[in-house]
């Protein structure tokens, strides 16, 4: 399905997931952008999971780092999504992710 997929040419790019996933979504399914970029989150959470066990394991995580960045995420996340991701028209959210994309992939 859509997420092998686009785990699959995630891991052959070196591209987050996201960037694949919450397009490919967009186009097969009816979902609002909100929903697509919430379900795009969330599916996120077990894969994350799993790689920093794997990379833990194997001593490649510098955790001194890695802590204030995952708090640091987590906040602006929640903040966002909240406060301000919910006020923003859906047409002008999928222009800005449209051009984070271009951005990102320029």
Known sequence: ??????????????????????????????????????TSLAAMILPAMSGVATHHQAGRVVWPVALPL????????YLGGRHVAL????????????GLMVGIGG
Not at 9 to 36: C, M, R
Not at 70 to 77: K, T
Not at 87 to 98: A, K, Q, S
């Open 87 to 98: 006020r923003v028209d859906e047409d002008v959210l999928r222009i800005i992710f449209f």
């Open 1 to 38: 399905g859509i997420g092998a997929t686009t785990g699959g040419i995630s891991g052959l790019f070196g591209v987050g997931g996201g960037s694949i996933t919450v397009p490919a979504v967009a186009l097969v399914s009816d979902f609002s952008h909100y929903k697509v970029l919430g």
């Open 70 to 77: 995952a708090a640091g995420s987590a906040i602006g996340c």
